[in-house]
T-cell receptor, first 110, second 112 residues
Framework: EADIYQTPRYLVIGTGKKITLECSQTMGHDKMYWYQQDPGMELHLIHYSYGVNSTEKGDLSSESTVSRIRTEHFPLTLESARPSHTSQYLC?????????FGSGTRLTVV | QKEVEQNSGPLSVPEGAIASLNCTYSDRGSQSFFWYRQYSGKSPELIMSIYSNGDKEDGRFTAQLNKASQYVSLLIRDSQPSDSATYLCAVAAAAAGNKLTFGGGTRVLVKP
């Protein structure tokens, strides 16, 4: 049973729209991450957080932004969506025993 | 050179055979090693973790770690068609805040 939840599961949106992808976890983990993954391709870390009010950019440059106001919540925002943002976005949280991933949001920008 | 390297495959294995997956890493300070399985269109799920040299077995899976050679492997015994997936090797170092670095994954195809 998943303890990390992402919504929406699928999103099709027009160019220029502002979107927020939601990610919540109930495990009390301090560390949370956002990855971007195109079909059949590698995972790319775009943002991470080690706790409330702590956010860092990942290895892959992204036009998205994140916030961490509460431990359990780590939303990702795109101010103006473009077709190049079409991808799958995966949220994860971690303990010493590894990462737990959410089900992902598949974003299509038309 | 990538920090975590895997052969992209596909690794084609007959049903019932052993699938052997390899992973090398560059950071000698790495301390934690993980294998994730990812089905097409799904998110990765943790199947094995290993922290010390040697073998660790869990059901049909065996992880092997050799820190001196900077090498970690995964064996899947009695491979089943349901094992067909991409297997991701991930490595963490305390110096990096235990942030995982993922390899590109090895695609495994188990043929009936």
């Amino acid at each position: 049973e998943a303890d990390i939840y992402q919504t929406p599961r699928y999103l099709v949106i027009g160019t220029g729209k502002k979107i927020t992808l939601e990610c919540s976890q109930t495990m009390g983990h301090d560390k949370m991450y956002w990855y971007q993954q195109d079909p059949g391709m590698e995972l790319h870390l775009i943002h991470y957080s080690y706790g409330v009010n702590s956010t860092e950019k990942g290895d892959l440059s992204s036009e998205s932004t994140v916030s961490r106001i509460r431990t359990e919540h780590f939303p990702l925002t795109l101010e103006s969506a473009r077709p190049s943002h079409t991808s799958q976005y995966l949220c994860a949280s971690s303990s010493l025993h590894g990462y737990t991933f959410g089900s992902g949001t598949r974003l299509t920008v038309v | 050179q990538k920090e975590v390297e895997q052969n992209s495959g596909p690794l084609s294995v007959p049903e019932g055979a052993i699938a052997s997956l390899n992973c090398t890493y560059s950071d000698r300070g790495s301390q934690s090693f993980f294998w994730y399985r990812q089905y097409s269109g799904k998110s990765p799920e943790l199947i094995m973790s290993i922290y010390s040299n040697g073998d660790k077995e869990d059901g049909r899976f065996t992880a092997q770690l050799n820190k001196a050679s900077q090498y970690v492997s995964l064996l899947i015994r009695d491979s089943q068609p349901s094992d067909s997936a991409t297997y991701l090797c991930a490595v963490a170092a305390a110096a990096a805040g235990n942030k995982l670095t993922f390899g590109g994954g090895t695609r495994v195809l188990v043929k009936p």
